[in-house]
């Protein structure tokens, strides 16, 4: 390819990010905002963590980016405390969007197999975890986030 496709929110006015209310957000604070895909996966647990602000990862401010690398720690704390998981991936890709997400990716106790980079194919394959440990491990993160 000679020009890199658009990405999503490349333009601003046309972000889904930004138009979306807190109340689709599972926390939300004066800069940050934690969501879930709207429907249990295969993994026990799969988060977003993005910036209030349409910002990509390379313009953050010094005060967003140590704010993320605080988030990053909380959140994988709270996901690996989970009894169902044993690890947690935390990714930035940023092909797909303009405005930033880091994922977290929750492999599941003793699913050695899930190891390493292909969790995400997993998170697809496997059978989606019931609807209510999911709906209980996305409220102990919240509540783990909002316990300043
Ligand atoms: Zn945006």
Not at 61 to 73: D, K, P
Not at 77 to 96: F, K, M, P, T, Y
Request: with cysteine.
């Amino acid at each position: 390819m000679d020009a890199e496709p658009p990405r999503r929110g490349d333009r601003q006015e046309q972000c889904a990010a930004c138009h979306t209310p807190d109340s689709t957000y599972l926390w939300s604070n004066e800069r940050w905002r934690l969501k879930s895909p709207p429907a249990p996966s295969g993994l026990p647990v799969v988060v977003i963590l993005e910036p209030r602000a349409h910002l990509d990862l390379g313009d953050l401010s010094t005060m967003h980016a140590a704010e993320l690398g605080v988030l990053t720690v909380r959140l994988e704390r709270a996901i690996r405390s989970l009894e169902s998981v044993a690890q947690v991936h935390v990714n930035r890709w940023g092909d797909g969007t303009a405005h930033l997400q880091q994922w977290f990716l929750a492999r599941p106790h003793g699913y050695l197999q899930l190891r390493g980079p292909f969790m995400t194919m997993w998170d697809e394959i496997l059978p989606p975890v019931e609807e209510h440990e999911w709906q209980m491990n996305l409220e102990y993160i919240a509540a783990w986030l909002s316990d300043d």
